[in-house]
C-alpha cells in the first residue's frame, strides 16, 4: 500500500516571501500521479498543482511549482511571492495510474502541512 | 454554472439514528468518491463509484451505505454501526476513464450530539 508523509505539521512565512512544503511518499509503482490540494479556512479543497511521475520536468501553476524526485520519492510545493491568500492546510496525495490494478484512481493523502502567511 | 454541491453545510443528529449526506454534480463527471476528514489527518476514502449503478468499498466502508442510481448523484448514508460518525465529509468527482483529477464539493458537517 502506498504511504505518503508530509513531515511538517504546521510552517509560517512572511508575505511576498518564498516557502517549500515537503512531501515523500513510498510505492512499488512506476508510475504514478502525485498532486498538492489546498484547504483555506472555508475547507473547500481545491487543486494547486499535478505531477505525472513518467515526466521529468517538473509541474508549474503560476506561483506555484514542484521539486519532483523520483529516486527519492520526494515532491516538495514551493509556493514564490506568498500571498495572504495562501494561508490554507496543503495536502500531498498519491494516485495510481487507471491502467494499474487495483487503481480505481484513488487518492492517497498525507495528513497537511498548515501554512499561515503573515502580514 | 457546473460544480458539485454538498447539502446541508452543517448536519446534527441524535445518536443512533441514520442519516444521509447529499452529493450532486452537473459536470457530467462518471466517477465520483466519499472521503472523511478528521482533526489533524488527511482525508480517507469511505466508498466510491466509477459508473452508475456500481460502487465499491474504501478504506474506511464499515458502517456506511451508498447508491448510485444516477449519474449525477452520490448519497451517502451514515448508519448507527458507525461508531464515531462526527466528522467533515466531502465528496470529490472526476471526469471517467483517462481522466486522473478529482474535484471536491464544499463539505458537510456531521455532528452527532
Known amino acids: 500500500a502506498q504511504t505518503v508523509t508530509q513531515s511538517q505539521p504546521e510552517m509560517s512565512v512572511q508575505e511576498a516571501e518564498t516557502v517549500t512544503l515537503s512531501c515523500t511518499y513510498d510505492?512499488?509503482?512506476?508510475?504514478?500521479?502525485l498532486f498538492w490540494y489546498k484547504q483555506p479556512p472555508s475547507r473547500q479543497m481545491i487543486l494547486v498543482i499535478r505531477?505525472?511521475?513518467?515526466?521529468?520536468q517538473n509541474a508549474t501553476e503560476n506561483r506555484f511549482s514542484v521539486n519532483f524526485q523520483k529516486a527519492a520519492k520526494s515532491f516538495s510545493l514551493k509556493i514564490s511571492d506568498s500571498q495572504l491568500g495562501d494561508t490554507a492546510m496543503y495536502f500531498c496525495?498519491?494516485?495510481?495510474?487507471?491502467?494499474?490494478?487495483?487503481?480505481?484512481?484513488?487518492?492517497?493523502f498525507g495528513k497537511g502541512t498548515l501554512l499561515t502567511v503573515n502580514p | 454554472d457546473g460544480g458539485i454541491t454538498q447539502s446541508p453545510k452543517y448536519l446534527f443528529r441524535k445518536e443512533g439514528q441514520n442519516v444521509t449526506l447529499s452529493c450532486e454534480q452537473n459536470l457530467n463527471h462518471d466517477a465520483m468518491y466519499w472521503y472523511r476528514q478528521d482533526p489533524g489527518q488527511g482525508l480517507r476514502l469511505i466508498y466510491y463509484?466509477?459508473?452508475?449503478?456500481?460502487?465499491q468499498k474504501g478504506d474506511i466502508a464499515e458502517g456506511y451505505s451508498v447508491s448510485r442510481e444516477k449519474k449525477e448523484s452520490f448519497p451517502l448514508t451514515v448508519t448507527s454501526a458507525q461508531k464515531n460518525p462526527t466528522a467533515f465529509y466531502l465528496c470529490a468527482s472526476r471526469l471517467g476513464r483517462g481522466s486522473d483529477t478529482q474535484y471536491f464539493g464544499p463539505g458537510t458537517r456531521l455532528t452527532v450530539l
Open positions: 463509484s466509477q459508473i452508475v449503478n456500481d460502487f
Open positions: 496525495a498519491f494516485m495510481k495510474p487507471g491502467w494499474s490494478g487495483g487503481s480505481n484512481y484513488k487518492l492517497t
Open positions: 510505492t512499488s509503482e512506476n508510475n504514478y500521479y
Open positions: 505531477q505525472e511521475a513518467y515526466k521529468q
